[in-house]
């Protein structure tokens, strides 16, 4: 079985009234190569009326952000022409590749009636071959992205990316990143192969899981050492996960804001190039 490193506790980190837990960087673990970020916004419920999520207009080059709705919606525009609103159970995907600028906020609708609401937003690196990529968008409803039952119904795997289980992901991104959150009845058990060169990422979003005999809850995220490749989970209670794994990139990573590069002077660029307006025009 792979061997557990360590557990790190997200930290809370709120972005004006939006209750928001940060499970990386943090001062305890900077990346999960290639994994680089993850925000969990919520669980909480907005009154009526609100303002909404205060994601507005901002810039994005060389990585990918991977957004799940669990409650509450989020409204996307982005400067290559791309509109949706994604509800619960949804997922986004955006490369953001050589640039593009987007905005994140909640629907008129949300913003008039409130209601509960979590989202976790996770950003994944690009390899240095594809950080200069065309930005492209996925933005997909619940019932578009598939479900895989396991342990008679005890474990539903909403296959994100790549392949669970023998079945395919609704998104086949450009690196070989495996991504999906799973849902655990009490005493549901899951059992995955994983080669021990893949980086796991792990984060428990509700409830409490046993995962190769470490018990781990809510809002926390698990890292391993790269030196097995049975993963085996037992739910303690009711539990939701995000659950990933890829095969680290073994590149430098500059990051600095919204930017994500291989050097210092990439990054320099990527300000220039956002300057001069060659992330697109913002039509908002």
Same mark, same amino acid.
């Given at each position: $079985? !792979?061997?557990?490193?360590? =557990? ?31 925000n969990?916004? /919520? ?8 303002? %909404? ?8 080059? %060389? ?16 400067? /290559? ?7 619960? &159970?949804?997922?986004? @995907? ?7 600028i987007?905005?994140?906020i ?8 409130? &209601? ?5 937003q996770? @950003? ?7 950080? $200069? ?23 539903? #795997? ?5 392949? @669970?289980?023998?079945t395919?992901?609704?998104? =086949?991104?450009? +690196?070989? #990143? ?10 549901? !058990?899951?059992?995955?192969?994983? *080669?021990?060169? !893949? ?6 979003? !509700? ?5 190769? /005999? ?39 990573? #500059? +990051?600095?804001? *919204? ?13 220039q190039?956002? =300057? +001069?307006?060659?992330?697109?025009? @913002? =039509?908002?």
């Open positions: $079985m !792979r061997t557990i490193k360590q =557990q790190h506790r997200a930290i809370s980190a709120p972005i004006d009234d939006l209750v928001t837990y940060r499970a990386l960087p943090t001062r305890a673990v900077e990346h999960l190569d290639p994994f680089l970020f993850l969990h916004h /919520g669980p909480q419920t907005y009154p009526a009326p609100n303002r %909404g999520l205060p994601f507005g207009p901002h810039p994005h080059r %060389g990585f990918e952000t991977v957004t799940f709705i669990l409650n509450g919606d989020i409204m996307h525009q982005d400067s /290559g022409g791309h509109q949706s609103v994604i509800g619960p &159970g949804g997922i986004q @995907w955006m490369t953001a590749g050589s640039g593009l987007h905005s994140e909640s629907s008129d609708e949300f913003k008039r009636t409130g &209601g509960p609401l979590e989202i976790l996770l @950003w994944v690196n690009l390899p240095a071959k594809d950080k $200069m990529t065309a930005p492209h968008y996925t933005g997909l409803q619940e019932p578009e992205i598939p479900t895989v039952s396991l342990d008679e119904g005890r474990v539903l #795997v909403h296959a994100v990316s790549g392949e @669970w289980a023998g395919a992901g609704a998104v =086949q991104p450009l +690196a070989d #990143v495996q991504l999906a959150t799973i849902n655990f009845q009490a005493g549901g !058990r899951l059992s995955l192969s994983i *080669p021990a060169e !893949r980086t796991i990422f792990f984060y428990t979003i !509700r409830g409490r899981l046993r995962v190769n /005999g470490q018990e781990t809850e809510a809002r926390q995220l698990v890292e391993f050492n790269y030196d097995g490749d049975e993963l085996q989970v037992e739910a303690s209670s009711d539990a939701v996960l995000l659950l990933g794994h890829a095969r680290p990139f073994g590149e430098p990573i #500059v +990051a600095y804001g *919204p930017f994500v590069m291989n050097t210092e002077a990439e990054i320099r660029q990527a300000y190039d956002y =300057q +001069a307006g060659k992330f697109g025009v @913002w =039509q908002g």
